[in-house]
């Protein structure tokens, strides 16, 4: 367990509208990551952050947003939610001095 | 165009069977890691390899890294329900560059 949760863990909302999904860790992990799941797609990298707000973008960056205003808290945000945004969203953080990453629960997403 | 391939996708077996699964790349890892996600949760690591030929084993699980450092595959020995759940391989190439392949489902049937 590396302490890391996700609010809310599911969430029904419409078109247009503006998201924000947070992540929490308690470890005061360095590195964190936002993913998307999708089937056939595996895990593909939104945005990430290696530092208070010190974000950088992933594969799949386009129509999200990041924020990193303390050690503890990664936010992903979609301004204007589309149906093509509707997936599982993952959190993770890097364990210190390895490559290896730890995930979070999972949010649900669905954008009508 | 995944960078990870992993096959097969879906694996349906007996209990008691034994299966092998692959994650094969073009590209050279610094590392990698196989995953195993159950329903309505996230990815839980079950191993990292690093060394090009190096084999782990976890109980009935074993893994090998490729020569190369582009490839892996897991080995489950008699396998039983509990196995049941989404395999994910991830090769990294630093910290801030991981690619996962799209997994390979397995179900294990009593």
């Known amino acids: 367990d590396a302490g890391i949760t996700q609010s809310p863990r599911h969430k029904v909302t419409e078109t247009g509208t503006p998201v924000t999904l947070r992540c929490h860790q308690t470890e005061n992990h360095r590195y964190m990551y936002w993913y998307r799941q999708d089937p056939g797609h595996g895990l593909r990298l939104i945005h990430y952050?290696?530092?208070?707000?010190?974000?950088d973008k992933g594969e799949v960056s386009d129509g999200y947003s990041v924020s990193r205003s303390k050690t503890e808290d990664f936010l992903l945000t979609l301004e204007s939610a589309t149906s093509s945004q509707t997936s599982v969203y993952f959190c993770a953080i890097t364990s210190r001095d390895t490559d290896t990453q730890y995930f979070g629960p999972g949010t649900r997403l669905t954008v009508l | 165009t995944q960078l990870l391939e992993q096959s097969p996708q879906f694996l349906s077996i007996q209990e008691g069977e034994n299966l092998t699964v692959y994650c094969n790349s073009s590209?050279?890892?610094?590392?990698l890691q196989w995953y195993r996600q159950e329903p309505g949760e996230g990815p839980v690591l079950l191993v990292t390899v690093v060394t090009g030929g190096e084999v782990k084993k976890l109980k009935r699980l074993t893994f090998q890294f490729g020569d190369a450092r582009k490839d892996s595959s897991l080995h489950i020995t008699a396998a039983q329900p509990g196995d049941t759940g989404l395999y994910l391989c991830a090769g990294a190439h630093n910290n801030n560059d991981m690619r996962f392949g799209a997994g390979t489902r397995l179900t294990v049937k009593p």
């Open positions: 952050s290696y530092g208070v707000k010190d974000t």
């Open positions: 590209s050279v890892f610094s590392s």
